[in-house]
């Protein structure tokens, strides 16, 4: 058959074209022209489905497959778990597709199998981008530098909450840790629940410091309501406790009392200058000695600088548990000169005791006369244990007073291990006995006062380094130390 011009033969049939070149078209080739776009077919994706994903405590909508539950539970408690996911007791294939198995809305539980728990700087940088924060230097030279130790040590760098969040949230689970000291910063009361989240997942955790953070009374109620409908501590293994220089104010009775409470181990609380009045333990006294005294294990109490007032020291002595009690600070509590006379509250309440264990007494700058000195003799008898008191910064102490102690020790046939006079108007001229019984009722005595002048030193080192002691003078200041009995 001829070939006409304008024909192309393709196979059996002929189509026509105006003005085409004569093509023979070979016999197995086919060209492949995609379709115009307006003939392409869109295929319609699934409609995603959302379904509840249940980990631990927490719930999360998860639209499935483009979040992952973890991820959410990474976002909301900064821990990323490894998960396996069940639905009525039945667990799910790693290999199933969701999209197959669930139905939109329905609800799942996860079991957390593990945790990614990489080293602590890279735990921080992850936490950072988490919060969409920006990394700060320091801190993530700190986090390599002490990563695997059982202490972190964040202080006095005055970070604000938003560096301070991701520090925190990269701290959880460390399992090493026993101490965190995070003093001097800027925690402030909204990371109260953030810091009691992360604490609460340390299980060696045994010393807390956050101390001069700006932490209120109503930071610490946000502590309080965190640990709510626990059934087991909190801080099963806590025992120090640094709250000093924050502003808590009287109204922490009860929030303190719970933190106490989900602390059983607790022996060392310190509450210095914390703007606390005779109120703070007038409002929940007895909720508040509850959670001092139900342990047992409270060993030292630090309340100096606060402005408790007589009222407030006498109730201070009746809440703690004074039967268990070695360290008691109370230093610069008096709340002015009108208030009548420590040592005399001191004296009746010890006596009415059946037993005392104050080893340590701090009664510094609290306006004591050689009157109160004499007074504090009489709590000598009824507390055999007291080895150490201090009663510097009171500039009316006088050698009289020195004198009164000096002479109850010796009639008990008792020995201070430190006697602490700084800034008491204590001098000389000595006399024999002074100087012979000196080194024998006390084992490190402090002086420092002006009216100390350089003949009364020199008298003071002389006796003492006969009698195999050693002595630190310079200018107004005198440190005295009785050499070790053999």
């Known amino acids: 058959m001829t070939q006409l011009s304008g024909m192309v033969r393709l196979g059996r049939r002929e189509v026509i074209r105006p003005n085409s070149p004569t093509l023979e078209e070979p016999r197995h080739t086919h060209t492949l022209q995609p379709p115009p776009l307006s003939q392409a077919v869109t ?17 999360f909508l998860i639209p499935v497959p483009q979040t992952q539950a973890a991820q959410r539970y990474y976002q909301a408690c900064g821990l990323l778990p490894r998960l396996s996911l069940q639905k009525e007791g039945a667990l799910f294939s790693p290999h199933d597709l969701l999209l197959t198995v669930l139905h939109s809305n329905e609800e799942v539980m996860a079991e957390v199998c593990s945790w990614d728990l990489p080293p602590l700087p890279e735990r921080y940088k992850k936490a950072c981008q988490s919060l969409a924060t920006g990394e700060h230097r320091l801190v993530l030279r700190l986090c390599e530098v002490q990563d695997g130790t059982p202490s972190v040590c964040v202080s006095g760098l005055s970070l604000p909450p938003a560096v301070l969040t991701p520090v925190l949230r990269a701290l959880k689970l460390q399992a090493s840790l026993t101490q965190l000291r995070l003093s001097g910063n800027r925690l ?30 109503e930071g610490l109620k946000k502590a309080a309501l965190a640990l709510e409908g626990r059934s ?57 000695e509850r959670a001092l005294t139900s342990s047992g294990h409270l060993r030292s109490v630090c309340l100096s600088h606060n402005s408790l007032g007589s009222t407030g020291f006498e109730l201070v002595l009746k809440t703690l548990p004074l039967r268990c009690l070695t360290h008691l600070y109370l230093s610069a509590v008096r709340s002015g000169p009108a208030d009548p006379p420590l040592t005399s509250r001191l004296a009746a309440l010890l006596a009415q005791q059946e037993e005392c264990a104050l080893t340590h007494l701090s009664l510094a700058g609290n306006g004591l006369t050689d009157s109160d000195l004499s007074t504090l003799t009489r709590c000598l008898a009824v507390c055999p244990s007291l080895v150490s008191l201090d009663v510097s910064g009171n500039p009316a102490v006088t050698s009289a007073g020195l004198e009164a102690l000096l002479t109850a020790l010796r009639d008990d046939l008792r ?48 006796s003492w380094v006969a009698q195999g002691g050693g002595v630190l003078s310079r200018f107004a200041k005198c440190l005295l130390r009785a050499a070790p009995s053999l």
Request: with cysteine; glycine share 4%; charged share 15%.
């Open 188 to 217: 402030s009361d909204d990371l109260m629940p953030e810091l009691v989240s992360a604490a609460t997942t340390m299980p060696k955790f045994r010393l807390l410091d956050v101390s001069a953070n700006r932490i209120t009374g």
């Open 43 to 59: 295929v319609p994706l699934p409609a995603p489905i959302r379904i509840t994903v249940r980990v631990q405590d927490h719930a």
């Open 415 to 462: 020995t201070l291990n430190l006697l602490n006079l700084q800034g008491s108007q204590v001098c000389g001229p000595w006399d024999t006995v002074t100087l012979d019984s000196l080194p024998s009722c006390v084992r490190d005595l402090q002086l420092c006062s002006q009216r100390l002048n350089k003949l009364d030193r020199k008298v003071l080192q002389e």
């Open 232 to 288: 087991q501590p909190a801080f099963p293994c806590l025992e120090e406790l640094v709250l000093s220089v924050n502003p808590l104010g009287d109204s922490v009775s009860e929030a303190l009392s719970c933190l106490l409470l989900a602390c059983p181990l607790l022996a060392t609380l310190s509450l210095q200058a914390c703007g606390l009045t005779a109120r703070f333990l007038q409002q929940h006294r007895l909720l508040l």
